[in-house]
C-alpha cells in the first residue's frame, strides 16, 4: 500500500518588512576638499524584506531582526571612516545587513542634506537581493 501525503493548503501569503525612516547622521563623505575637512548631515531610509516562511516568535527575540540593531550597525559603519562614494558607503552597509540570514531584500536611500543649494537632498537609492541558493550556481 502506498501513502499519499498532501500538502498543506495555505490560507495566506506572509510578506514582513523592517524599515527605518529618517535616520539623520553626521557623517564624512564625498570626494571633494570641503567634504573631507567636516562631517555632513546624511539622511539614511532602508526597507527590508525577510524571508517569507520565518513568523515571529513572541518569546525569542532571535526571530527577527530587529531595526535598533540596524541603526546600530550603520552608525558603526558610518563612524569607521571617510567614504569618498555613497555607494561604497552603501555597499558596506548591505555587506553587513546580509549576514543576517533572515533578509531577503534590502532598498536603501542614503541623501546628502545641505550639498547642493535649492535643493533639500541629493543621494541614491539602491535595491539589493540575495539570490536563492538554487540559482547561485
Given at each position: 500500500m502506498k ?43 532602508i526597507d ?90
Open positions: 501513502v499519499i501525503k498532501f500538502e498543506e493548503k495555505k490560507s495566506y501569503n506572509y510578506k514582513r518588512k523592517v524599515f527605518v525612516r529618517d535616520l539623520v547622521l553626521k557623517i564624512s563623505v564625498g570626494i571633494h576638499a570641503f567634504e573631507k575637512k567636516k562631517k555632513q548631515r546624511v539622511r539614511f531610509n527590508i524584506l525577510l524571508n517569507q516562511n520565518l513568523i515571529p516568535d513572541n518569546n525569542n527575540l532571535n526571530s527577527i531582526v530587529n531595526y535598533e540593531t540596524i541603526i546600530k550597525n550603520i552608525k558603526n559603519i558610518t563612524g569607521k571612516k571617510h567614504y569618498p562614494l555613497l555607494e561604497t558607503l552603501a555597499e558596506e552597509i548591505f555587506q553587513k545587513l546580509f549576514l543576517e540570514k533572515k533578509i531577503k531584500k534590502i532598498k536603501l536611500i542614503i541623501e546628502k542634506l545641505d550639498i547642493i543649494k535649492n535643493t533639500s537632498s541629493v543621494g541614491i537609492e539602491i535595491e539589493k537581493s540575495k539570490l536563492n541558493e538554487h540559482t547561485k550556481r
